[in-house]
């Protein structure tokens, strides 16, 4: 399938049956989704559920044991090298480098993406002033307070304006307020056109997604949008539903 065909249904991720043994332990147990283009989907869990896992497998970073996924109308299996080509990949451990600063950080990303030096200059700018990191162009990120350094890691993620956008705990140890700011930013990515898969274990994040799945040792146990996940296990939130399919 090439990925013209893969956009003409609509589906910019479809895994089917993925599956992730390491050794006798299975992490990820037979999922499957689909996510639609243009779509904030929310993956959902504890941690050690899978969601990583599932986040890497749809990345190119680790193959699958089992089953098949298409990412940008590509194979995890057979076309790792082109799904990372077309898409932009914020891990939970974002390696930023600490003795570059903020504006040069962004440079050598533009420079890993193979985005010509202007290209680059000008995306990088027009980052810095989108995130809000234009005083900070000029600091090292270990100087910078965790949203900054979040935002910064965005940034990198985004230069060279993929389609599909991987988010891995974005979220991860960042204040409310900070949250709220990040969230903003991934609504203004999806109004662009860009397809977003994030992960998260804050259930109140849930509410800002389109569609959510919760995974509970390896399988998804639920996936709808937060308001029939709500309905459907009679609940007020996405905490409460969170309690009532996951197995004790």
Same mark, same amino acid.
């Given at each position: 399938? /090439?990925?013209?065909?893969?956009?003409?249904?609509?589906?910019?991720?479809?895994?089917? +049956?993925?599956?992730?043994?390491?050794?006798?332990?299975?992490?990820?147990?037979?999922?499957?989704? &689909?996510?639609?283009?243009?779509?904030?989907?929310?993956?959902?869990? #504890? !941690?050690? #559920?899978?969601?990583?896992?599932? %986040?890497?497998?749809?990345?190119?970073?680790? #193959?699958? /044991?089992?089953?098949?996924? @298409?990412? &940008?109308?590509? /194979?995890? !299996? $057979?076309?790792?090298?082109?799904?990372?080509?077309?898409?932009?990949?914020?891990? +939970?451990?974002?390696?930023?480098?600490?003795?570059?600063?903020?504006?040069? !950080?962004? +440079?050598?990303?533009?420079?890993?993406?193979?985005?010509?030096?202007?290209?680059?200059?000008? $995306?990088?700018?027009?980052?810095?002033?989108?995130?809000?990191?234009?005083? &900070? #162009?000029?600091?090292?990120?270990?100087?910078?307070?965790?949203?900054?350094?979040?935002?910064?890691?965005?940034?990198?993620?985004?230069?060279?304006?993929?389609? %599909?956008?991987?988010?891995?705990?974005?979220?991860?140890?960042?204040?409310?307020?900070?949250? @709220?700011?990040?969230?903003?930013?991934?609504?203004?990515?999806?109004?662009?056109? &860009?397809?977003?898969?994030?992960?998260?274990?804050?259930?109140?994040?849930?509410?800002?997604?389109?569609?959510?799945?919760?995974?509970?040792?390896?399988?998804?146990?639920?996936?709808?949008?937060?308001?029939?996940?709500?309905?459907?296990?009679?609940?007020?939130?996405? +905490?409460?539903?969170?309690?009532?399919?996951? $197995?004790?």
């Amino acid at each position: 399938m /090439s990925e013209s065909s893969a956009a003409s249904d609509g589906c910019a991720v479809r895994a089917t +049956q993925l599956t992730r043994r390491f050794g006798d332990f299975t992490a990820v147990d037979g999922v499957d989704f &689909a996510v639609s283009t243009g779509e904030v989907f929310g993956f959902l869990g #504890a !941690n050690g #559920a899978g969601k990583t896992t599932v %986040i890497r497998m749809l990345c190119g970073l680790l #193959a699958p /044991s089992a089953g098949e996924a @298409r990412v &940008a109308g590509f /194979s995890v !299996n $057979r076309q790792p090298d082109a799904v990372k080509r077309h898409i932009g990949y914020m891990s +939970q451990k974002f390696s930023l480098y600490g003795d570059l600063t903020v504006g040069e !950080n962004l +440079q050598l990303y533009g420079g890993v993406y193979g985005l010509k030096r202007h290209d680059a200059e000008d $995306r990088g700018r027009e980052l810095l002033s989108r995130l809000d990191l234009e005083q &900070a #162009a000029d600091r090292l990120p270990t100087a910078l307070p965790l949203g900054f350094r979040q935002r910064l890691a965005l940034g990198c993620a985004v230069l060279h304006r993929p389609r %599909i956008l991987f988010l891995d705990e974005p979220t991860g140890g960042v204040d409310p307020v900070a949250r @709220r700011k990040f969230w903003d930013l991934i609504y203004e990515l999806a109004d662009g056109g &860009a397809t977003v898969f994030v992960t998260t274990h804050y259930m109140d994040e849930a509410e800002y997604c389109g569609r959510v799945s919760i995974m509970d040792r390896g399988r998804i146990v639920a996936l709808d949008t937060p308001d029939e996940l709500k309905k459907q296990n009679g609940a007020r939130t996405m +905490q409460d539903v969170f309690l009532k399919v996951i $197995r004790p």
